[in-house]
């Protein structure tokens, strides 16, 4: 995906699942350090580091255009950002920062602040949603093998059948689908930044499944929005 990007993105902003709390806050890192935020995995996880670069202007930018976003001076990559960009720019030449989700908040209240983000991409920044349409973690190992449950397939068929409609009022309001969605978003994390990206799609912009997968309780499935993408990898 990387590659196939028309333009080199001037930076790239990270709305990670794995950045959640009180307020919304951007990072100003100049050098962001590599967060290694999971446990139980294999030592090799642990020793690689993504050593892009921060984006303080552009952090600085983001409070211009919604003042209410509070600075941070500390914060470095999760993995929800850094596992994603070892494989679409592996160089890790790229400017990046992150915007946090306030976990309190309503998903109306993220789709209307990403909004306010777009001129962003009028200026080359790349906006990554980095979650999982479907994820649920506590019946990830409990069954055999990979194969998928029926409402996660469900789920996942529905969610890509309301962006192909641009049926994103829908979507906010995911719960009204009933047993499939409650079961496929126990919590809200992983779902959100799916609504920070389709927030910056432009009216006729066209957006593509770049790819498509639902492994037991997770879906693995990838969307990209317009030429310089709000592009949704999954798989952290």
Wanted: hydrophobic share 40%.
């Amino acid at each position: 995906m990387g590659n196939n990007l028309p333009d080199r993105p001037r930076a790239i902003l990270v709305v990670s699942a794995h950045w959640l709390g009180e307020g919304t806050l951007v990072n100003s890192t100049l050098r962001p350090e590599t967060i290694h935020d999971f446990y139980g995995f294999p030592e090799e996880l642990y020793q690689i580091k993504y050593a892009a670069p921060g984006a303080p202007e552009f952090a600085r930018e983001v409070i211009h255009l919604i003042p209410e976003v509070i600075e941070d001076r500390r914060r470095g990559l999760d993995h929800g950002a850094w596992v994603v960009l070892k494989y679409i720019f592996p160089e890790a030449d790229i400017p990046v920062f992150q915007l946090s989700i306030d976990f309190q908040r309503p998903m109306q209240y993220h789709y209307d602040l990403s909004q306010r983000l777009k001129t962003l991409r009028q200026e080359g920044v790349l906006v990554i949603g980095s979650g999982n349409i479907v994820h649920n973690l506590s019946l990830v190992y409990s069954r055999e093998g990979n194969s998928p449950y029926d409402w996660a397939i469900e789920f996942d068929a529905w969610v890509k059948d309301r962006i192909d409609q641009r049926d994103f009022q829908s979507l906010i309001h995911y719960e009204k689908m009933g047993t499939a969605a409650h079961l496929s978003v126990p919590t809200v994390d992983h779902y959100v930044p799916l609504i920070y990206a389709l927030a910056l799609a432009e009216k006729n912009e066209e957006i593509i499944f770049t790819y498509e997968e639902v492994i037991t309780s997770l879906s693995m499935r990838c969307l990209q929005i317009g030429s310089l993408a709000a592009h949704r990898p999954i798989g952290n």
